[in-house]
């Protein structure tokens, strides 16, 4: 089993102060999982990668509002909305948030590696066709699977999310289409009070979407033993050449985005990922991309992709 690791140092030059969603995130990370100084001094970990291109942000989101978020960050930046956040360098950051999960996907589809884990920000799952929301700017894990599609001739691929919040850009994105199925177990109600179980696409999209909203007060093993259900027999109907995840770390217990999650601990998502990993398996040879969405108790999350990185790497924590 060989796992690719990606994450960049210029990620820090979105930087957002005292905003939930910011660089100490990261930094957090890289301690924990051992990316010393050094490292971080090259443009990325184990491997360089490029921005993704706009032709590739233009396959997912709209032209013009590419255009006025680029103008944002150009003009010094300033605030999308009450949530997200932008600073002259943040476009950029995110076009390379971009081009890590593309290239995370080449590693995995060329067979170079067996599972790919982006580290990057900022995350994306919120953000929609034409707008950003929820900290995000760009949706990191549509482009990503667009890129599988587009440059592998995939035909079926599964992103399924399992940040606290639900996933409402990547869903709108995928809503009406076959090609990409999409899973998302989150809390609800929550932000962005999406995600309901009668969600579940329209036109040639119906059926492609599942939605396991779970309320604060399901038991933490019923959170785990829910998820391992619905996301296997989703996976059975969906039939993946390749599996994404949009690894939010905010169901933790102790995440203050996620008013205190789904009771998870930090090693649930060692159980998680190595749920996914068996359906990978059974359905596409392994095949698996992961992409950091949320997680804002710096110290939760780095522990939470600490347990991630090591169960993708088939070690036994």
């Not at 081009?99 to 589809?109: E, F, K, S, T, Y």
Request: proline letters at 4%; glycine letters at 10%.
């Amino acid at each position: 089993m060989s796992s690719l690791l990606l994450t960049d140092r210029r990620c820090l030059l979105h930087e957002t102060g005292t905003h939930p969603e910011c660089p100490g995130r990261l930094k957090a990370i890289w301690e924990r999982l051992g990316i010393t100084k050094e490292v971080q001094t090259h443009d990325a970990w184990t491997r360089p990668f490029e921005p993704a291109p706009m032709k590739a942000l233009q396959a997912i989101h709209d032209h013009g509002y590419l255009e006025r978020v680029e103008a944002v960050c150009r003009n010094g930046g300033g605030y999308w909305d009450a949530d997200t956040m932008l600073t002259p360098n943040s476009f950029d950051v995110a076009r390379l948030a971009a081009g890590a999960g593309m290239a995370a996907v080449d590693a995995v589809m060329t067979g170079e590696f067996s599972n790919a884990l982006s580290l990057m920000r900022p995350p994306g799952h919120h953000a929609v066709v034409s707008n950003a929301m929820g900290f995000c700017l760009v949706n990191n894990v549509a482009i990503a699977a667009q890129h599988a599609i587009d440059h592998y001739g995939l035909k079926r691929v599964l992103i399924i999310d399992w940040d606290v919040h639900h996933g409402n850009g990547t869903q709108d994105i995928c809503y009406a289409r076959n090609d990409v199925y999409f899973f998302s177990r989150h809390r609800f109600p929550l932000y962005p009070f999406s995600g309901k179980k009668n969600e579940i696409g329209t036109g040639a999209g119906v059926g492609a979407t599942c939605n396991l909203p779970l309320s604060h007060e399901v038991p933490r093993e019923e959170v785990l033993k829910r998820f391992e259900k619905s996301v296997t027999e989703f996976a059975d109907i969906a039939k993946p050449e390749l599996i994404f995840i949009s690894a939010g770390f905010d169901a933790h217990k102790d995440d203050p985005v996620g008013s205190g999650g789904l009771h998870l601990n930090s090693s649930d998502f060692a159980h998680m990922t190595k749920i996914v990993m068996s359906l990978a398996e059974t359905h596409c040879g392994g095949r698996l991309v992961s992409l950091l969405e949320g997680g804002y108790n710096i110290q939760a999350l780095a522990e939470s992709v600490w347990y991630h990185w090591n169960a993708l790497n088939g070690n036994d924590v």
